[in-house]
């Protein structure tokens, strides 16, 4: 019974760590106004690690269709193939394994009366590391001209291995959504 109550908290815990914080930084020197088109710097999205688990077309194919979506939301055009783009930008997704000590106090307490005297149950306290994993989006936009980094946002959050290929597209989208919320700096 304990156990599981644990293992809520720890779920509890981890939920509260999946945080919609976007750190984002640019280049205040650059005018934004001036950039008009992007287009994908090979290789688009990077991984770490290189592992084939996380590395998929699928994967891709839903990033650079988020990310598509929403620089033309914010009036950046895909550049006609063979013309050189005013932005170039890049994606890497970054999974993580991490641990978090938990621990959990449980069973009763003693209490006093006025008249002297405790009462109460034995105290235990049972601490435990939990291994999860947490992932990274990142996207990078370079300048087309000179290819120095322009713009930078992120978010990371723990990974949720039981999701269908809809809540995937779904999430990935949101998040690309978060990270550009705020593209072009103002």
């Not at 895909?78 to 000590?101: C, S």
């Amino acid at each position: 019974m304990f156990r599981r109550i644990a293992v809520v908290c720890v779920a509890l815990l981890l939920a509260a760590c999946q945080t919609d914080r976007v750190n984002r930084d640019f280049d205040a020197q650059r005018d934004f106004g001036g950039y008009r088109t992007w287009a994908w710097k090979e290789p688009a999205l990077q991984y770490q690690p290189n592992d084939p688990r996380i590395k998929s077309d699928l994967t891709e194919q839903r990033i650079r269709q988020s990310v598509s979506e929403q620089l033309d939301q914010r009036g950046l055009r895909l550049a006609p193939a063979g013309v050189k783009a005013d932005v170039q930008v890049q994606a890497w997704l970054i999974v993580e394994n991490r641990q978090q000590m938990v621990t959990t106090n449980y069973g009763g307490g003693y209490w006093g009366n006025p008249w002297g005297g405790y009462w109460g149950g034995p105290i235990g306290t049972e601490t435990r590391n939990v291994d999860y994993k947490v992932s990274t989006l990142q996207i990078d936009m370079l300048d087309g001209k000179d290819g120095k980094l322009v713009w930078r946002g992120s978010t990371e959050q723990v990974v949720n291995d039981g999701t269908t290929p809809a809540a995937r597209e779904l999430a990935l989208r949101q998040t690309v959504q978060k990270i550009l919320q705020q593209y072009p700096p103002r």
